[in-house]
């Protein structure tokens, strides 16, 4: 059974620095990876999607990375913004958009 | 494109009731997925639907059944209410074809059971 963990589950940065999520899976049988952006009580905005056979996609001040033999991906935020602020969530596609969702990890970027 | 679009955003039901929430899928997309998001938990797999019919199922029970239309939107019903139904539950459309597109999201409808 798939399973997907994410640390930290919480985060708060002052603005402009740059960090790192992480996100782990324990089957590689994967199609592909994506990350999601959820603002409190709204539904899931997609940010960036790794096919199983790439290693990076970049978009703006992210950048995220999979490593589909370990079982890892991290997304990469550079510079953040108080705008930042929100739960990230990442979803491994087991076949046919079946994702398998991680508990996320809520980020608070301080101005 | 008006994207993924679910109705209604909220409602309240009392325990035992049955509820119907719908789901239109973002244009050029026939793949509709539910998902169910309680509070501070990552979203779960409910079932999905394609060419009208069940395709893929979540470890979810007989009381959640759905519906897909020819026109690809797509319903998810919920009988005998329990508390414990009470989430966030999220639509998810995709084009058809390979296993590996993407899935593009609506904004929930916040279902509270009393």
């Known amino acids: 059974k798939q399973e997907v963990t994410q640390i930290p589950a919480a985060l708060s940065v002052p603005e402009g620095e740059n960090l790192v999520l992480n996100c782990s899976f324990t089957d590689s049988a994967i199609y592909n990876l994506q990350w999601f952006r959820q603002d409190p009580g709204k539904g899931l905005t997609s940010l960036l999607l790794i096919q199983s056979s790439q290693r990076e996609q970049t978009s703006g001040r992210l950048n995220a990375s999979l490593d589909k033999s370990s079982g890892r991906s991290t997304l990469y935020i550079a510079a953040s913004q108080p705008g930042d602020s929100a739960t990230y969530l990442c979803a491994v596609n087991t076949g046919f958009q079946k994702l398998v969702f991680g508990t996320g990890t809520r980020l608070l970027v301080s101005p | 494109d008006a994207g993924v679009t679910q109705s209604p955003t909220h409602l309240i039901k009392t325990r035992g009731q049955q509820v119907t929430l719908r789901c239109s899928p973002k244009?050029?997309?026939?793949?509709v997925s539910w998902y169910q998001q309680a509070l501070g938990q990552g979203p779960q797999f409910i079932f999905q639907?394609?060419?009208?019919?069940?395709?893929q199922r979540g470890n979810f029970p007989d009381r959640f059944s759905g519906h897909q239309f020819p026109n690809y939107s797509s319903e998810l019903n919920v009988n005998a209410l329990l508390l414990g139904d009470s989430a966030l539950y999220l639509c998810?459309?995709?084009?058809?074809?390979?296993?590996?597109?993407?899935?593009?999201f609506g904004q929930g409808t916040r279902l509270t059971v009393v």
């Open positions: 998810a459309s995709s084009p058809t074809g390979a296993p590996n597109t993407e899935a593009f």
């Open positions: 244009s050029g997309h026939d793949t």
């Open positions: 639907y394609y060419e009208e019919e069940e395709r």
